[in-house]
């Protein structure tokens, strides 16, 4: 079993930056990669961006890349999403995910094994 807890969600305005961190707990060894998600009211939860082990590879959504960027910290089982230059069509509810299997990169949620509880991003104009 592995359990995720999300944190750094908030309200900010547009054009200004967040970071979320997802700190893993219980057998983490078993995690090959980890990643984000997010849910807008309304709409089914996307893709945001992936990390694979070590941070070997990493894959972002076309709609953030080059404004996010994920990483991990092996040591504190920790991975952090840096949003920058923020939207409001950010706004939505974000998740982090673990997947056990290895090699895979996957985008889609159905994919991941483990879920956090999510963190809210609100994003004015």
């Known amino acids: 079993q592995v359990w995720l807890l999300e944190s750094g969600g908030g309200l900010v305005q547009a054009g200004d930056s967040l970071r979320l961190s997802c700190a893993a707990s219980?057998?983490?060894?078993?995690?090959?990669?980890m990643g984000w998600f997010r849910q807008a009211p309304g709409k089914e939860r996307e893709f945001v961006a992936l990390?694979?082990?070590?941070?070997?590879?990493?894959s972002y959504a076309d709609s953030v890349q080059g404004r996010f960027t994920i990483s991990r910290d092996e040591a504190k089982n920790t991975v952090y999403l840096q949003m920058n230059s923020l939207k409001p069509e950010d706004t939505a509810v974000y998740y982090c995910?673990?997947?056990?299997?290895?090699?895979?990169?996957?985008?889609?949620?159905?994919?991941?094994?483990?879920w956090g509880q999510g963190t809210q991003v609100t994003v004015s104009s």
């Open positions: 995910a673990a997947d056990r299997s290895p090699g895979a990169r996957p985008t889609a949620a159905a994919a991941y094994d483990y």
């Open positions: 219980g057998r983490t060894s078993s995690v090959y990669v």
């Open positions: 990390i694979t082990r070590s941070g070997g590879s990493t």
